[in-house]
């Protein structure tokens, strides 16, 4: 278990503390660490603007809908993406192994 430091609810935890005078531990049962999550800089449904090209000829600056966000695992040979885990790719050998049997 991790420290509430660590932990993404830390900073509601201290507000908890503050205006209940109760405080949370790691041990509260909602620990999440903060090296799991990720703050996406856009959503589904907003507009980016990137240099677009059409025939190989660059149109210029375009708007585009986002239309879906993937997160990708990198690795010395090739770039994962994360909704292959537990498909195609696997966090241990006796998994991956499994799968192959199947």
Known sequence: MG????CIHSEICKFHEAIYGRS???EC???ADKSHYINLPCQVGDTVYYRTYKA???IGIQPHEVTGIRVLVQT???DIPIGDIGKDVFLSLEEAEGEREQ
Do not use: H, L, R, V
């Open 76 to 78: 010395k040979g090739a």
């Open 29 to 31: 049962g909602f620990f």
């Open 56 to 58: 190989g000829t660059d």
């Open 3 to 6: 420290t509430c430091k660590k």
């Open 24 to 26: 949370f531990s790691a």
